[in-house]
């Protein structure tokens, strides 16, 4: 069965820097998200984006954050200048369809650690 | 994937009980209604859906209740098997909207 990836697994940064998180959606799935959650808290959305452009964010999703495609398989979720509470688990999600009904399928996550 | 939390609700129960997991949503307005399954070290897993023209749906071992007056979502799980134990998730949807609001989680512990 087809299935979202993502890398690194574990990720370790220290504060002020620069991490991107990988992901590689279903191959025919057209909309991708990005969602973390932070240790004993809930999963909270951050952003969709289709056809190369964000359709959708959340007010956690500001500046420090961007989002790419660079290629025709990748997905990337890029924070700058990391702060100790962006320290969380990070999932990528895809959907062949957007909207209600449609299935998000959700990755394996990066942890990300923030020192 | 883990989301663990000191303050998460747990469910005990024994193999082959039935299991009922419950949610209240926030928003009267979501129109989309989804369980998750999330083990560890893994992302969240869809199990079953349901729709607010709906009050019912039924999967393989699982049912899904939906009682839109009181915004309130259960999760039935039949004869319940080890490998049911994980953390379960509610989450809703706005027609309109891409984003899943997820609730906060309940841990289901399945003892032999």
């Known amino acids: 069965e087809p299935e979202v990836t993502q890398t690194p697994s574990h990720q370790v940064t220290q504060m002020g820097q620069e991490v991107i998180l990988r992901c590689v959606p279903i191959?025919?799935?057209?909309?991708f998200y990005w969602y973390r959650q932070i240790l004993g808290q809930k999963v909270e959305f951050l952003v969709s984006?289709?056809?190369?452009?964000?359709?959708?964010k959340s007010e956690i999703f500001d500046d420090q954050f961007s989002v790419e495609r660079p290629d025709g398989s990748n997905f990337t979720l890029k924070i700058r200048s990391t702060k100790l509470e962006d320290s969380a688990m990070y999932f990528c999600?895809?959907?062949?369809?957007?909207?209600?009904?449609?299935?998000?399928?959700f990755g394996p996550g990066t942890r990300l650690t923030v020192t | 994937g883990e989301s663990v939390g000191l303050h998460l609700p747990t469910l005990s129960v024994q193999e082959g009980d039935n299991s009922i997991i419950n949610c209240a949503y926030s928003?009267?307005?979501?129109?989309?209604f989804i369980w998750y399954k999330q083990e560890s070290g893994k992302g969240p897993q869809f199990i079953i859906d349901?729709?607010?023209?709906?009050d019912k749906r039924q999967g393989q071992r699982v049912t899904v209740l939906l009682n839109k007056t009181v915004k309130h979502l259960s999760l039935q799980i039949a004869a319940t098997q080890p490998g049911d134990s994980a953390v379960y998730f509610c989450?809703?949807?706005?027609?309109?909207?891409?984003?899943?609001?997820f609730g906060t989680g309940t841990r289901l512990l399945v003892s032999p």
């Open positions: 349901i729709r607010s023209n709906m």
């Open positions: 989450a809703e949807q706005l027609t309109g909207f891409q984003k899943l609001v």
């Open positions: 928003n009267s307005a979501s129109d989309y």
């Open positions: 191959s025919n799935h057209l909309y």
């Open positions: 984006f289709y056809n190369n452009e964000i359709s959708e």
């Open positions: 999600a895809s959907s062949e369809f957007t909207g209600t009904s449609y299935e998000q399928y």
